[in-house]
């Protein structure tokens, strides 16, 4: 009977084993460094994308709330350049403009990311992905040689997970200011300025690598 019921007892922890395995294990938190482009939009540039491209760096930390949503916290350094005399509009003479410039942003932000599945090893009932697509929104501040301002940054990325723990992803922003003087260009047409009209914006385009941590418990089917 010590024998049977020895083998019983193996039996029923092997199964459990089995279950427990088949399921998909959440994190709570990534964490991770980012390296990439970024580049600059206002009074020296005012349509082309990654026109004067400098590099960015800088690293994040994400809460992930489910497999589709997370918050996505993120400190960022950049380059912003460009010369207003390369464009067909000349400025009129201003004292205390910088038509050619070359400076650096800091950026720490926030944003509400919104997968389009949810996302995981692909292990378990949940059905997840290892690849997905994702948009974000989210809310910054942002200082730039003289200028303290806020921001809202909007992009999208996708996300892939290498293994149960590691991830990898790229990034794309656009910071949107709320100021006209992060290009040292402040007005130069005296044109009345809104909310965002007629305000500095700048973008990072990163590459990023992360690791989770923080395991999400939950018991039976994990509802």
Excluded at 49 to 63: A, D, E, P, Q
Excluded at 116 to 132: C, E, I
Excluded at 206 to 219: A, L, N, Q, T, V
Aim: contains cysteine; charged residues 20%.
């Amino acid at each position: 009977m010590k024998i049977k019921a020895f083998i019983l007892t193996m039996i029923l922890g092997l199964a459990q084993f089995a279950n427990v395995s088949a399921q998909e294990l959440e994190y709570k938190y990534e964490v991770g460094p980012m390296l990439g482009a970024s580049f600059y939009l206002g009074d020296a540039n005012y349509s082309s994308l990654y026109k004067n491209t400098n590099i960015g760096g800088g690293g994040f930390l994400r809460y992930n709330i489910n497999p589709r949503m997370a918050l996505k916290f993120d400190l960022l350094y950049g380059g912003i350049s460009g010369n207003a005399l390369e464009l067909a509009n000349k400025f009129p003479d201003a004292e205390g403009q910088e038509w050619k410039f070359n400076k650096s942003v800091v950026d720490l932000g926030c944003q509400y990311e919104l997968c389009f599945w949810g996302y995981g090893t692909g292990v378990g009932y949940k059905g997840t992905k290892r690849l997905t697509p994702y948009i974000q929104l989210g809310m910054g501040f942002t200082y730039g040689g003289k200028a303290l301002t806020m921001n809202i940054p909007f992009g999208f990325g996708i996300r892939y997970k290498v293994k149960e723990r590691l991830n990898i992803g790229l990034d794309w922003t656009m910071h949107f200011s709320m100021s006209d003087k992060l290009d040292g260009i402040s007005d130069p047409y005296s044109i009345e300025s809104g909310f965002l009209k007629n305000k500095d914006s700048y973008s990072f385009t990163m590459f990023y690598i992360s690791f989770d941590f923080g395991p999400r418990y939950r018991e039976c089917n994990n509802d």
